[in-house]
């Protein structure tokens, strides 16, 4: 059985002195962003009618607005009757805005169907946390009320305590998508930002001032030879490669993301002691090759040779057939495993993957960090991930 084994960079430990357990009552409220629900919902009908109609392009607005452009304005009327035939009452029309493309589509998630999808989040967010406070063998409770959700934990020590607040509100979307290598995109994004001999200082002065520079990741396939380039651009912040890849954009409309593609980021580990950790970009495939939906179960083991922990994914049968489908046709590339929106590790598949199985490597240096941050990403991936991110409200500390 083949296991398809990434590096995970564990960036946070649980420490400190255990404590007695306290008497009394700890209520913490959680904000849920069910508005982040309508529109996780939006962005699903636009994966789904780009998937299903070929060549339109569709773009969300505020409160479940959509907006979708065939790729012939004379098949508008034709995609208006596919997308009622699909969604029915889900949607509902809307007048375009004047400046709206030729041939568009517009339509909003109906009101009474958006409302049953906040509704659903939060019994969804409130079951998800039960889950966790379960999993983490705590007397408490979770009960959902109006847009929030309410905990009340019972006698826990201050350690205990802080490692649930630390897990209740983490999403845990977990997502693999293909990296898209050796595109002339991102070869020209690597041109434009310069190399002095392709020793990686930049010759963009504007690349220069934010600290952003390129790179490039080389590699053959191990059957064939093929030979693979994978140009990137890396900076001390996320936030400012963004910004970056954002303004080329405008600068140049050819070097624009293509709108079947996504920037993925990954924050490294630092090469040499004392050097600051850097982020580096990923141009990946936008739809979702494999989700967290996927995954049956997710555990603490460790390696037999290198004692190092793991948290090993057993994939149920559907995943199994999709990892195995999605290995193949990528093999000799890399794969993006990505947890709430950041790349965790890329590795390359040189062989497709049909044992249905994966391990997650924990990186860095401090053994207990690496034990800790398994057993918290295990316990997160079990209980599946947050339909609605939550929010800390407020935290009060009742008597018995």
């Known amino acids: 059985m083949r296991t398809l084994v990434l590096v995970w960079l564990a960036m946070a ?14 209520r913490i409220t959680y904000d849920v962003d069910l508005e982040r629900a309508v529109e996780d919902y939006g962005v699903t009908i636009q994966r789904d009618i780009e998937f299903g109609v070929p ?47 030729t041939g568009a589509v517009c339509f909003a998630i109906e009101a009474k169907y958006a409302d049953s999808v906040r509704q659903s ?12 406070l379960e999993e983490m063998k705590l007397s408490a409770t979770a009960v959902p009320k109006g847009q929030q959700i309410v905990v009340e934990l019972r006698g826990s020590s201050a350690e205990m305590l802080a490692a649930m607040r ?28 310069g ?4 020793e990686g200082k930049p010759t963009d002065p504007e690349a220069l001032a934010a600290g952003i520079s390129g790179g490039i990741d080389q590699w053959s396939t191990e059957d064939t030879g093929e ?18 890849f954002a303004r080329l954009a405008v600068a140049d409309p050819t070097l624009a993301i293509p709108h079947d593609r996504v920037l993925g980021f990954q924050l490294l580990a630092p090469e040499r002691a004392g050097d600051k950790p850097l982020w580096r970009s990923y141009l990946l495939e936008r739809n979702v090759a494999i989700s967290g939906a996927a995954v049956s179960d997710a555990k603490l083991v460790f390696d037999p040779n ?6 090993l994914l057993d994939f149920n049968r559907y995943g199994t057939q999709i990892l195995g489908d999605v290995t193949t046709r990528i093999t000799g590339r890399k794969l993006a495993i990505l947890l709430d929106g950041t790349v965790k590790s890329a590795p390359i598949i040189n062989s497709p993957i049909r044992g249905g199985r994966a ?18 990403l295990g316990l997160v991936l079990r209980s599946g991930a947050l339909p609605a991110p939550l929010r800390e409200a407020a935290v009060d500390v009742l008597p018995e």
């Open 227 to 244: 030979s693979h380039s994978d140009f990137y651009l890396r900076g001390p912040q996320r936030d400012s490669l963004e910004r970056y």
């Open 359 to 376: 391990s997650i490597a924990m990186g860095g240096t401090d053994p207990v960090a690496q034990e800790q941050e398994a057993k918290d």
């Open 306 to 311: 290198t004692n190092q922990p793991l948290v």
């Open 195 to 198: 190399s002095d001999n392709f």
């Open 55 to 101: 060549g339109t392009k569709v773009s969300i607005g505020a409160t479940g607005a959509i907006t979708a452009v065939p790729s012939d304005p004379s098949k508008a009327a034709e995609l208006r009757r596919t997308l009622q035939g699909d969604y029915g009452d889900q949607i509902t029309p809307r007048d375009c805005p004047p400046d709206a493309a």
């Open 13 to 26: 430990a649980c420490g400190g002195k255990s404590e007695q357990a306290k008497s009394g009552v700890t």
């Open 121 to 132: 989040a939060l019994a969804m967010a409130a079951k998800t946390v039960a889950l966790r």
């Open 166 to 193: 630390k897990l209740l509100p983490r999403s845990g979307v977990l997502e693999f998508k293909p990296v898209d290598d050796g595109t002339d995109l991102m070869k020209r994004v690597f041109q434009k930002v």
